[in-house]
C-alpha cells in the first residue's frame, strides 16, 4: 500500500515537471510570436492600402464591362472608386456597404468606378451587382488602374477630387466617409 502511495506520488510529481516544462515552452513561443507580430511592420507590409489622402491618381486607360473606355481624366467632378479581388472575404463583406454609398452618391453612376481585379469569369456575379450603381472595369490582378491608385491590398476605397487628388482612402467603405484637410 505504501508502495502504490510512493508511485502515485512521483507520478504525480513527474506530470507536474512536464506541465511546467509544456507551459515554460508554450511562454517562450507566445513572446517569440509577439516578437513576430510586432516586426511586420517593418517586413514588407504596406502601411496603407491604397493611396493616402493628397496624393493624386497615376494615368490609367481601362475599359468598363459595357465597353466605354475610361481614364483618369474620365472622373470627371468628384469620384468614388472601389477596387476588389475574388476569393477576398473583406471584399465580400465590404461589397454591400460600397454599393449602398454608390447608389447614393450625387454624381450618380457616372462618378463611380468599381475595379475588379480578376479574371471575367472570377468576377461575373460582382460585376452584376455593381453595374447598376457603378462603372466597372474587369482590370485582371496587378492591373493598369489598381497600380494607378497605388492598391497593395484588397479592398481599396477611393474618393477623388476633380483633379483626381485622393480625398479619403482606406480599406473599408466607411473610409470614404472621412475627409482630409490637405
Known amino acids: 500500500m505504501i508502495a502504490a502511495a510512493l508511485i502515485a506520488a512521483v507520478l504525480a510529481v ?17 513572446k517569440e510570436h509577439t516578437e513576430l507580430i510586432g516586426n511586420l511592420s517593418g517586413a514588407g507590409i504596406p502601411d496603407r492600402t491604397v493611396l493616402a489622402p493628397g496624393e493624386r491618381s497615376g494615368p490609367f486607360t481601362a475599359t468598363t ?13 468628384p469620384a468614388l472608386v472601389a477596387v476588389f479581388s475574388p476569393g477576398c472575404g473583406a471584399c465580400a463583406e465590404q461589397l454591400p456597404h460600397f454599393i449602398d454609398r454608390a447608389a447614393a ?3 450618380g453612376r457616372d462618378g463611380v468606378l468599381a475595379v475588379l ?28 488602374v489598381a497600380d494607378a491608385l497605388g492598391v497593395r491590398a484588397f479592398p481599396a476605397f477611393l474618393r477623388l477630387d476633380a483633379d483626381g487628388r485622393v ?11 472621412e475627409s482630409v484637410a490637405a
Do not use: H, K, N, Q
Not at 167 to 177: E, H, P, Q, T
Open 65 to 77: 464591362e459595357d465597353g466605354e473606355p475610361v481614364d483618369a481624366g474620365a472622373l470627371s467632378g
Open 117 to 144: 481585379a480578376g479574371a471575367p469569369a472570377e468576377v461575373a456575379e460582382e460585376a452584376r451587382r455593381l453595374a447598376p450603381v457603378a462603372r466597372v472595369v474587369v482590370d485582371g490582378p496587378g492591373g493598369a
Open 105 to 107: 452618391f450625387p454624381g
Open 167 to 177: 480625398l479619403s482612402s482606406g480599406y473599408l467603405a466607411a473610409d470614404l466617409d
Open 14 to 30: 513527474a506530470l507536474c515537471l512536464l506541465d511546467l516544462v509544456l507551459t515554460v515552452g508554450v511562454i517562450r513561443r507566445l
